[in-house]
């Protein structure tokens, strides 16, 4: 039979494992083919890290959209708007916004107020209680509704920090409030933004691993699983600690090109 | 502020001398166990009690073992016996060769049986019509293996607690819930939902043993002998009927 | 000149602060097509909140702004539509940093005028050429002197093709050295024949360039007419004592 250069090291150390008298370079090989080697166990730990990325991928999408709108419903403008002109219709509408804007800022205060884990079972066992649901969703829309509210006052602080002159700017050119948001001031707004905002993905990508409470097999529940069956103390987590590193260091990497370049255009 | 400073020193300096001479006494075992594991282990009021507590109070009667019992996570029972040889992992733990390659097991104490809870009406009888379903378990328990051969590992939903695997199955997100069998009857009859029935299919279980350190062999010696005179004694029985008369 | 009234302004009045602070106290004048009035006065006087009161950058507290025959100040006009007619230049150039002075110049004509972009880039390169900016097409702002951003920002809003171009104190924040070169874009527009309303402290530009002159003072147009009229002869003391100031 054919076995590979992994198994013949560990049948070699098999019997001082039997006998509990390994050296440290035999405990060190152990630890690694007990918790990757094994199985293909290193393709749980990849499993797991693709789940991770594909929920931190949606999460992170819902987050921004919602937390962009969010943003825009808090500003000052939006929240003490007034109905433009007399009789029915502007008045509903400056009532209805104001409502809006009021609605979002407690969704906010609520999402950062109480913790993540919380949200999680809430939406699976309470929300979602008795829809059957892929797991995958529930996390997106957990973490992206969580992300949302953080995205939110981020977007916030970056459309605040862009000079009003420049709204003045594009509405003098006959530009309407919408595009002149989307065309002049967002994307000023995510520069200035965007280093508290690749935070904002930083964390959330870990956060990612309350998701294992209900039974997502995430990078974290992957290590969790095998830690089970082995019992090893701690190797799984370091396993599984370097793909979250990894993840993270490639992120801040692209963000800081991404940085990089728009500063590069202007200023 | 200065006596503040003083005060507080004295106290840093006191609290550290009886830490050291706590070491220097006899030593105190740690039990480490999850207490949200009925029978098994359990809170009521403010103390930690359940069949494997009553089991491992017994044992150390026997052997002359002092100890204290730690609440905490299963997975920091794990790294709580490796970390400490004083600490052994009391929770309903399954005694499997691959985990004996990193830990000591004491011998088989318990071996409860499996039973599957599923919706009332659904129609589940045997292991063979739960293949492909969704199961629900407790990761790490006896359950969690035997429902990976009985559906295949990416059909099984291992959750921190059976009590949430069981909440997902009253929301219809798995189909079946493999579960120790007091451990099932005790939830049912707490949970009081009679959409909700139990079916025992047969299921093989592990046995439970006591996880010890490899490093202290004195110890799992010690805990074994212990559990031999006990199940001469007829303690084994005794406990049984205390914890699972229901039968 | 015409005597085609372009810009009608009746009883217009601006408060900030619920009524604290009165920018505006009631100003009535008429612009004329093809007409180039200058607007002076001391800080404070109103005389910016007047300017922008025109495109309704600032929303009248009271009073009426017709432009072209439409009273823009009802909520049911489209604003947006009579701004696209309303060019405006700001004192501290307002380009947009993010875009090359090309995408700054053709953005607005390609969302608005629903003009495809070589047509927009066409007109934008053409425009360039005649302030001698041509080369800077894909610069971005922030490579521009503070005069060649003014430039820019003057040529931005002619891409609208607007009817009426406003001048917000256009020059004060320029280098000295820098003033000439956007007062020279200017005088060609004026010669041109463009309609202008132009807030300034450059009364050399205002004498030889207005055909009209408005002196303003807390609120209120004190007094107005030719630049002859109003730097040789003016009638009024706070105007003689304004211009014994400055000049």
Same mark, same amino acid.
């Given at each position: 039979?054919?076995?590979?250069?992994f198994?013949?090291?560990?049948?070699?150390?098999?019997?001082?494992?039997?006998?509990?008298?390994?050296?440290?370079w035999?405990?060190?090989?152990?630890?690694i083919?007990?918790?990757?080697?094994?199985d293909?166990r290193w393709?749980?730990?990849?499993?797991?890290?693709?789940?991770?990325?594909?929920?931190?991928?949606?999460?992170?999408?819902?987050?921004?959209?919602l937390?962009?709108?969010?943003?825009?419903?808090?500003?000052p403008?939006i929240?003490?708007?007034?109905?433009?002109?007399k009789g029915?219709?502007p008045?509903?509408?400056?009532?209805?916004?104001r409502?809006?804007?009021?609605?979002?800022?407690?969704?906010?205060?609520?999402?950062r107020?109480?913790?993540?884990?919380l949200?999680?079972?809430?939406?699976?066992?309470?929300?979602?209680?008795?829809v059957?649901?892929?797991?995958?969703?529930?996390g997106?829309?957990?973490?992206?509704?969580?992300?949302?509210a953080?995205v939110?006052e981020?977007?916030r602080?970056?459309?605040?920090?862009?000079?009003?002159?420049?709204?003045?700017?594009?509405?003098?050119?006959?530009?309407?409030?919408?595009?002149?948001?989307?065309?002049i001031?967002?994307?000023?707004a995510?520069?200035?933004a965007?280093?508290?905002m690749?935070?904002?993905f930083?964390?959330?990508?870990?956060?990612?691993?309350?998701l294992?409470?209900?039974?997502?097999?995430?990078?974290?529940?992957?290590?969790?699983?095998?830690?089970?069956?082995t019992?090893?103390?701690?190797?799984?987590?370091?396993?599984?600690?370097?793909?979250?590193l990894?993840?993270?260091l490639?992120l801040?990497?692209?963000?800081?090109?991404?940085?990089?370049?728009?500063?590069?255009?202007?200023? | 502020m200065?006596?503040?400073?003083?005060?507080?020193?004295?106290?840093?300096?006191?609290l550290?001398?009886?830490?050291?001479?706590?070491?220097e006494?006899?030593?105190?075992?740690?039990?480490?166990?999850?207490?949200?594991y009925p029978?098994?282990?359990?809170v009521?009021?403010?103390?930690?009690v359940?069949?494997?507590?009553?089991?491992?109070d017994?044992?150390?009667?026997?052997?002359?073992?002092?100890?204290?019992?730690?609440?905490?996570?299963?997975? +920091?029972?794990?790294?709580?016996?490796?970390?400490?040889?004083?600490?052994i992992?009391?929770?309903?733990?399954?005694?499997t060769?691959?985990?004996?390659?990193?830990?000591?097991?004491?011998?088989?104490?318990?071996?409860?049986?499996?039973v599957?809870?599923?919706?009332?009406?659904s129609?589940y009888?045997?292991a063979?019509?739960?293949k492909?379903?969704?199961?629900?378990?407790q990761?790490g328990?006896?359950? /969690?293996?035997?429902?990976?051969?009985?559906?295949?590992?990416?059909?099984?939903?291992?959750?921190?607690?059976?009590?949430?695997a069981?909440? /997902?199955?009253?929301?219809?997100?798995?189909?079946?819930?493999?579960?120790?069998?007091?451990?099932?009857q005790a939830i049912? +009859?707490s949970?009081?939902?009679?959409?909700?029935?139990?079916?025992?299919?047969?299921?093989?279980a592990?046995?439970?043993g006591?996880?010890?350190?490899?490093?202290?062999?004195?110890?799992?010696?010690?805990?074994? /002998?212990?559990?031999?005179?006990?199940?001469?004694?007829?303690?084994?029985?005794?406990?049984?009927?205390?914890?699972?008369? +229901?039968? | 000149?015409?005597?085609?009234?372009?810009?009608?302004?009746?009883?217009?009045e601006?408060?900030?602060?619920? %009524?604290?602070?009165k920018?505006?106290?009631?100003?009535?004048?008429?612009?004329?097509?093809?007409?180039?009035?200058?607007?002076?006065?001391?800080s404070?006087?109103? $005389?910016?909140?007047f300017?922008?009161?025109?495109?309704?950058?600032?929303?009248?507290?009271?009073?009426?702004?017709?432009?072209?025959? &439409?009273?823009?100040?009802?909520?049911?006009?489209?604003?947006?539509?009579?701004?696209? *007619?309303m %060019?405006? &230049?700001?004192?501290? #150039?307002?380009?947009?940093?993010h875009?090359?002075?090309?995408?700054?110049?053709?953005?607005?004509?390609?969302?608005?005028? $629903?003009?495809?972009?070589?047509?927009?880039?066409? $007109?934008?390169?053409?425009?360039?050429?005649?302030?001698?900016l041509?080369?800077?097409?894909?610069?971005y702002?922030?490579?521009?002197s503070?005069?060649?951003?003014?430039?820019?920002?003057? &040529?931005?809003?002619?891409?609208?093709?607007?009817?009426?171009?406003?001048?917000?104190?256009?020059?004060?924040?320029?280098?000295p050295e820098?003033?000439?070169?956007?007062?020279?874009?200017m *005088?060609?527009?004026?010669?041109? %024949?463009?309609?202008?309303?132009? &807030?300034?402290?450059?009364?050399?530009?205002?004498?030889?360039?207005?055909?009209?002159?408005? #002196?303003?003072d807390e609120?209120?147009i004190?007094?107005? %007419?030719?630049?002859?009229?109003? #730097?040789?002869h003016?009638?009024?003391?706070?105007?003689?004592? #304004?211009?014994k100031?400055?000049?």
């Amino acid at each position: 039979m054919n076995i590979s250069i992994f198994e013949q090291w560990w049948l070699a150390i098999e019997p001082a494992v039997q006998a509990n008298t390994l050296n440290f370079w035999q405990f060190i090989y152990k630890e690694i083919y007990l918790n990757v080697i094994k199985d293909d166990r290193w393709l749980q730990y990849l499993k797991g890290l693709g789940v991770t990325l594909e929920v931190s991928f949606y999460a992170i999408l819902v987050g921004l959209v919602l937390g962009t709108v969010l943003a825009i419903l808090r500003l000052p403008q939006i929240q003490h708007m007034n109905a433009r002109g007399k009789g029915f219709l502007p008045a509903v509408g400056a009532v209805v916004v104001r409502a809006l804007s009021k609605f979002a800022g407690l969704y906010i205060n609520i999402m950062r107020g109480t913790p993540l884990l919380l949200q999680v079972l809430i939406i699976n066992f309470g929300i979602f209680g008795s829809v059957r649901i892929d797991k995958v969703i529930v996390g997106v829309i957990a973490c992206g509704l969580n992300s949302a509210a953080y995205v939110a006052e981020i977007v916030r602080g970056g459309i605040m920090s862009v000079e009003k002159g420049q709204t003045e700017a594009g509405r003098s050119l006959g530009l309407g409030g919408i595009r002149t948001m989307i065309y002049i001031i967002l994307p000023q707004a995510a520069k200035s933004a965007l280093p508290a905002m690749c935070n904002e993905f930083i964390s959330l990508i870990k956060e990612t691993s309350i998701l294992s409470y209900i039974a997502l097999t995430e990078l974290t529940k992957a290590g969790d699983y095998i830690r089970s069956r082995t019992f090893s103390a701690f190797t799984p987590y370091i396993v599984s600690g370097l793909l979250y590193l990894l993840v993270v260091l490639t992120l801040t990497w692209l963000i800081g090109k991404l940085e990089r370049r728009l500063r590069n255009s202007d200023h | 502020m200065k006596k503040l400073f003083a005060l507080m020193l004295v106290l840093a300096l006191a609290l550290s001398l009886s830490s050291c001479s706590k070491k220097e006494e006899a030593t105190v075992i740690t039990v480490a166990t999850n207490p949200e594991y009925p029978p098994f282990e359990y809170v009521e009021g403010d103390k930690t009690v359940g069949y494997d507590i009553d089991m491992w109070d017994a044992i150390a009667k026997k052997a002359g073992i002092e100890y204290t019992i730690e609440a905490m996570d299963f997975d +920091a029972v794990i790294s709580a016996v490796a970390a400490n040889p004083n600490t052994i992992g009391l929770s309903g733990i399954s005694i499997t060769d691959e985990r004996k390659l990193t830990v000591d097991f004491s011998n088989g104490y318990i071996n409860a049986g499996l039973v599957v809870i599923v919706k009332d009406g659904s129609g589940y009888t045997t292991a063979d019509q739960l293949k492909g379903k969704k199961i629900g378990v407790q990761l790490g328990t006896t359950s /969690d293996f035997s429902a990976e051969e009985i559906t295949g590992k990416e059909n099984v939903a291992q959750y921190k607690t059976f009590l949430n695997a069981v909440m /997902d199955l009253q929301g219809n997100k798995v189909d079946a819930v493999i579960i120790d069998k007091p451990v099932g009857q005790a939830i049912l +009859a707490s949970l009081k939902d009679d959409t909700l029935k139990i079916v025992d299919m047969g299921l093989q279980a592990d046995w439970y043993g006591i996880e010890v350190n490899k490093k202290n062999p004195e110890l799992l010696k010690k805990i074994n /002998d212990a559990l031999a005179a006990l199940e001469k004694e007829g303690f084994f029985d005794e406990l049984a009927v205390k914890y699972f008369s +229901a039968e | 000149m015409t005597t085609d009234i372009i810009i009608s302004v009746k009883g217009l009045e601006k408060h900030f602060d619920e %009524g604290k602070l009165k920018a505006l106290r009631g100003v009535d004048t008429d612009i004329r097509r093809g007409e180039v009035v200058v607007v002076i006065g001391p800080s404070g006087s109103g $005389k910016s909140t007047f300017l922008r009161c025109l495109n309704l950058l600032e929303e009248p507290t009271a009073g009426t702004v017709t432009v072209e025959g &439409v009273n823009i100040t009802d909520p049911k006009v489209n604003i947006n539509k009579h701004r696209e *007619k309303m %060019g405006m &230049v700001f004192q501290h #150039f307002n380009l947009f940093p993010h875009m090359t002075i090309l995408k700054n110049m053709t953005l607005a004509p390609c969302k608005l005028l $629903k003009k495809s972009k070589q047509e927009a880039e066409e $007109k934008a390169m053409a425009l360039l050429k005649r302030v001698g900016l041509a080369d800077r097409a894909n610069a971005y702002p922030s490579q521009l002197s503070g005069g060649q951003k003014q430039r820019i920002a003057i &040529v931005r809003a002619l891409c609208m093709e607007p009817q009426v171009m406003l001048f917000d104190e256009p020059t004060s924040a320029l280098d000295p050295e820098m003033v000439g070169e956007v007062l020279d874009v200017m *005088k060609q527009l004026a010669e041109e %024949g463009m309609t202008m309303v132009v &807030v300034t402290h450059e009364m050399g530009f205002a004498r030889e360039v207005a055909d009209r002159v408005i #002196f303003m003072d807390e609120g209120h147009i004190i007094e107005e %007419g030719t630049p002859e009229e109003i #730097f040789n002869h003016p009638q009024q003391p706070r105007t003689q004592d #304004f211009l014994k100031k400055v000049l």
